[in-house]
């Protein structure tokens, strides 16, 4: 399939940039599972897009994997050539030509044996260096016509060599050129330089390059649209070539330049040649025209294709550029899938689009926006997205142990009553359909028996019942009894060292999610705990960075947790504390952190006075103890004990399913008459999983 671009000399087919017009939509799912992971461990927005794009998804590669074939591609074609093709190839007909020369002088036997000796003689004592050797021989009166024609091999390759370095295909194309052909090409330069030395003057108009194309347009399959066009074309060949020449050897240089003169057997073409490469390296500075390569493969290359494979290192380089994403203001749209796909083929030019439709599609479709601070932010759509996706995976492991319900099908607005009501804007309890369906025929029966005898009469042939909003009614439920729910998570630095820092931002995400979309009556705070305590709300808690703070203040967030239960006395306080650590600090009278190590009992007196002030408010209390450490067990044990609490030790993969299961089974712990019965439920008894229950 091919794209077409018309203009005034005719058509230009390109390969179709578009993609596979059948291909599915892109998927966000995979990239913001991972780009919410590293969000929770410590990386800005921006940074964790960055990780995900260098990394790829599950069915295409990332930009690390292409930027490992582009190296591989480059030492590739640095250890496969050398620059000695053309001079080999030279040597290689010079010394034919010499040698059929020979033949034909010993089998001369009409020659004039001092003539046939002189000649042996001029044969015999030709220089070493293959430029000198065929410079000394220009004016030679070869005797054998297989030997002339060798030698004149060698001047027409070397025309077409140094065409093609500036003109790609030009060697291929001039082969068996005639003096026509030549004379052709003579014109087509001078004619070239003096658009270019125009252009440089600022003297030239779009009418010359039009002439210029419409005469010598064959030249150029690149089909230039405009000088600059043409310029970048050929100024790209140009530094290519000149690279090429900066990486030989100084004795190789030397020989090349020395050839040249010879080239179609005069000076005349290399002269015309000099003097593009100054004017388009005047008119394109910017090129690297400097640089070299150490090529030390054992396949020569002649000037022509030598040129071609500088363009390729040139093209390879901007690729590694590109895909790196190291410099400012860099996007997956600086990717040149052209480049791409001449130097690694056309799978990577799909995964390279995948990749810049992902980054498209992550900015435009509201999953990252940029704040006020000018960085990169998870939007609230990115957060609820997230937390759906981690609140299935809590489902799967609380539903695929014991056959429990998904929580994506728990309703939340109680227990059906048996009563219908006419729908409300706002309600969210489901149809009565029967009721909808049973209004909407006596409201249209109604209708129709206020319509003329003809209407009716017109009307019996398509009898008709249409849905309005004032037929639905829906089921009246039982209003559940409202939960106030406080999390408390350690962020201490210890839980970063130990590899729970993502786990712990991921239950709260879930069990944050899980309230706003099925419990939306429930109060939750979430609290992190370090040094001092405070309120957070979900994105601050699932972009905080680990810092390096001493302190456990298990005080200060019990008092933020009992003024949150206390701010809704009506409902039911659930208290959920996750944590690694016996409390190390506390606040003193006067707001003071204080903090000591081991805990001093003051501390410990401080946060069980806060534990008691939460029983008395009637809070359902549920500790989460992380690690193995022995005083951890036996404090959090005597605290649950002192409060008829309950502890819990997941494994961190099971953290979010054991306290999404705690806070299920401290709502559903209530009697018939809705009084709050002493606290049985949680995750190790009601959703099961390698969890286990401490002091039962």
């Avoid at 003297?203 to 002439?211: P, R, S």
């Avoid at 729910?485 to 999610?513: E, N, Q």
Wanted: with cysteine.
């Amino acid at each position: 399939m091919a794209n077409i671009h018309t203009s005034r000399r005719g058509s230009r087919y390109g390969r179709y940039q578009g993609g596979d017009p059948l291909a599915p939509p892109v998927d966000l799912s995979e990239a913001l599972d991972a780009i919410g992971e590293d969000v929770m461990a410590g990386y800005s927005p921006e940074r964790a897009m960055r990780e995900f794009l260098r990394r790829g998804g599950s069915d295409h590669a990332g930009l690390d994997d292409l930027a490992r074939r582009v190296a591989e591609r480059r030492r590739e074609l640095t250890q496969k050539h050398n620059l000695d093709g053309t001079l080999q190839e030279i040597r290689e007909l010079l010394d034919h030509a010499v040698l059929e020369e020979r033949k034909q002088l010993a089998r001369d036997v009409e020659m004039d044996d001092g003539d046939r000796a002189l000649r042996e003689m001029q044969l015999e004592g030709l220089p070493p260096n293959v430029a000198s050797a065929v410079s000394e021989l220009s004016s030679y009166d070869w005797k054998s016509r297989e030997a002339r024609e060798n030698y004149e091999k060698i001047k027409d390759l070397l025309g077409r060599e140094l065409l093609d370095q500036r003109f790609a295909g030009m060697k291929q194309s001039l082969e068996n050129a005639t003096e026509e052909d030549r004379a052709a090409i003579n014109a087509m330069l001078e004619d070239l330089n003096e658009l270019l030395e125009k252009h440089r003057r600022g003297e030239d108009t779009a009418e010359d390059f039009e002439q210029f194309m419409d005469k010598h347009g064959d030249h150029f399959p690149e089909n230039p649209q405009n000088i600059d066009e043409l310029l970048d074309a050929m100024a790209q060949r140009s530094a290519a070539a000149q690279r090429m020449l900066n990486s030989m050897s100084a004795e190789q240089r030397a020989e090349l330049m020395q050839l040249s003169q010879q080239a179609f057997g005069s000076p005349a073409l290399m002269e015309s040649l000099a003097r593009l490469d100054a004017n388009l390296q005047s008119l394109r500075p910017g090129e690297d025209w400097s640089g070299s390569e150490q090529m030390e493969g054992g396949e020569g290359l002649g000037l022509g294709d030598g040129t071609g494979v500088f363009q390729d290192l040139a093209d390879l380089d901007d690729l590694a550029d590109q895909l790196s994403q190291s410099y400012g203001g860099a996007r997956m749209d600086d990717l040149d899938l052209d480049k791409l796909t001449r130097q690694l083929g056309d799978q990577a030019a799909v995964d390279a689009r995948t990749l810049k439709d992902l980054e498209r599609a992550l900015r435009d479709s509201g999953t990252l926006q940029r704040g006020t601070d000018g960085n990169l932010r998870l939007t609230p759509k990115a957060m609820r997205q997230l937390g759906k996706a981690l609140l299935r995976d809590v489902a799967d492991k609380m539903s695929g142990r014991q056959g429990q319900r998904d929580l994506r099908r728990a309703g939340a607005a109680g227990e059906p009553s048996g009563a219908t009501r006419q729908w409300a804007f706002g309600d969210t309890e489901p149809w009565d359909v029967p009721r909808t369906i049973s209004n909407a025929v006596m409201r249209s029966a109604s209708e129709g028996a206020g319509r003329s005898s003809s209407e009716r009469q017109g009307a019996s042939s398509r009898p008709r019942v249409r849905l309005t909003i004032e037929d639905v009614e829906v089921q009246e439920t039982e209003a559940r009894t409202q939960a106030c729910v406080a999390l408390l998570v350690d962020t201490s630095f210890s839980m970063a060292m130990d590899g729970r820092w993502v786990p712990m931002k991921r239950t709260a995400l879930a069990l944050h999610t899980l309230i706003k979309s099925r419990f939306r009556g429930d109060a939750l705070q979430l609290i992190g705990f370090g040094r001092h305590a405070e309120t957070m709300d979900i994105e601050h808690l699932t972009a905080l960075d680990a810092k390096w703070d001493k302190g456990t203040n298990l005080h200060h967030a019990l008092l933020l947790a009992n003024r949150h239960f206390r701010k809704h006395p009506n409902a039911q306080p659930v208290l959920l504390i996750v944590t690694d650590g016996e409390p190390t600090s506390h606040l003193e009278p006067n707001g003071e952190v204080y903090f000591n190590y081991p805990p001093h009992p003051m501390t410990v007196a401080y946060a069980v006075r806060e534990l008691d002030n939460a029983r008395r408010l009637g809070a359902q209390t549920t500790f989460f103890r992380l690690g193995e450490d022995p005083g951890l067990a036996r404090f959090i044990d005597s605290m649950a004990n002192r409060v008829e609490g309950r502890v819990v030790a997941p494994e961190l993969d099971d953290l979010g399913a054991a306290v999404v299961g705690s806070y299920l089974g401290s709502r559903g712990s209530r009697g018939a008459s809705g009084d709050a019965m002493p606290y049985r439920g949680g995750y190790g008894d009601l959703f099961g999983g390698r969890g286990f229950w401490v002091g039962d």
